[in-house]
């Protein structure tokens, strides 16, 4: 008998577990209300991949800049990247692709080559925090595969971070610094398994891109079925309820779609009462309506 491609097989056990799922319709998912598309441009390229809100700011990590955290402002026909804070990393090849923040200003920043948590201080001090999660990670599955490592990142009410590993497979890990610089994750759990089967392409598995919490709510960003996602509460660590919203219907529109649409997606998520805010990582590539355009989007939107 032949062999089965890794493909096919990764794809057929991801459908035989969701179908352990109540399956939701695209049709069944409401849309996010376009409140503004807009365009964001920087001193130089920039990709960004991570987003957080603080205090009505938002703030955004690229994965190809590893010194600099940026500020976001919004303008009324464009949003402008300005960089809000310099540092010299422990390392090289960063790629930072999820950001957070404490009361008192500092910035917990993931790496997904170091598979590790970055401490920023306001002042640009900058050092590791906590353990390689890779070491606890792996066994269960997860942070295996190169570049599809950790996405998200967010500071839960307890103290404990929340981080999210984004696909092959896809899970949550919870760590508390209370617990030690080396101590291992309170809890963690690969989470191949979706109810949201039914909004991925065929040639898609399930993912996280980013995580957001706002007040007593917690979401996660689906990037490959276009979503955004609530988590609630399970044990020690969440699962993905029955509540999501889709933003295909603005990815997908001629006028903000990318050539590459591999490429051209939300990669950051932050939310702030009814408003979602999603920034797009276009990997520096053209948009279809103007192939003059590398510039990434912020999508403005509100739930319905």
């Known amino acids: 008998m032949s062999k089965i491609c890794p493909f096919i097989a990764v794809f057929l056990s991801t459908m035989l577990l969701s179908a352990c799922f109540q399956m939701e319709s695209p049709e069944a998912i409401p849309k996010l209300k376009v409140v503004k598309v807009l365009p964001v441009d920087s ?16 703030y955004v990590v690229c994965d190809k800049t590893d010194n600099r955290i940026f500020r976001l402002e919004i303008g009324e026909d464009r949003a402008r990247m300005w960089t809000h804070l310099r540092f010299r990393p422990p390392a090289r090849s960063m790629d930072y692709e999820g950001v957070t923040i404490d009361l008192a200003g500092n910035f917990y920043v993931v790496s997904e080559y170091h598979h ?34 950790l996405e998200g990142i967010t500071l839960l009410d307890d103290g404990s971070f929340l981080l999210a ?97 591999r ?26 309506a103007d192939p003059e355009d590398i510039r990434p989007l912020l999508y403005i939107l509100e739930f319905p």
């Open 116 to 149: 590790r948590i970055l401490r920023v201080t306001p002042a640009g001090d900058a050092e590791w925090y906590g353990p390689n999660f890779k070491t606890f990670a792996e066994p269960e599955g997860m942070l295996r595969r190169f570049n599809a490592g």
């Open 165 to 261: 590993a984004e696909r092959e497979e896809r899970g949550l890990i919870r760590w508390h610094p209370e617990d030690g610089e080396e101590a291992s994750p309170r809890a963690l759990e690969a989470m191949p398994q979706t109810r949201f089967t039914a909004a991925l392409a065929f040639w898609r598995i399930p993912d996280f891109a980013g995580l957001a919490r706002d007040g007593d709510r917690l979401f996660a960003l689906f990037r490959n079925a276009h979503l955004v996602v609530e988590l609630e509460p399970d044990g020690d660590l969440f699962a993905e309820s029955d509540r999501a919203w889709s933003y295909a219907h603005v990815e997908n529109d001629p006028r903000y779609a990318y050539v590459e649409e």
């Open 263 to 288: 490429f051209g997606q939300a990669e950051g998520i932050a939310v702030n009462g009814n408003r979602v805010y999603l920034i797009v990582d276009n990997n520096q590539g053209p948009r279809l």
């Open 43 to 58: 001193d130089f390229p920039v990709e960004p991949s991570g987003m957080v809100m603080h205090a009505g700011v938002l």
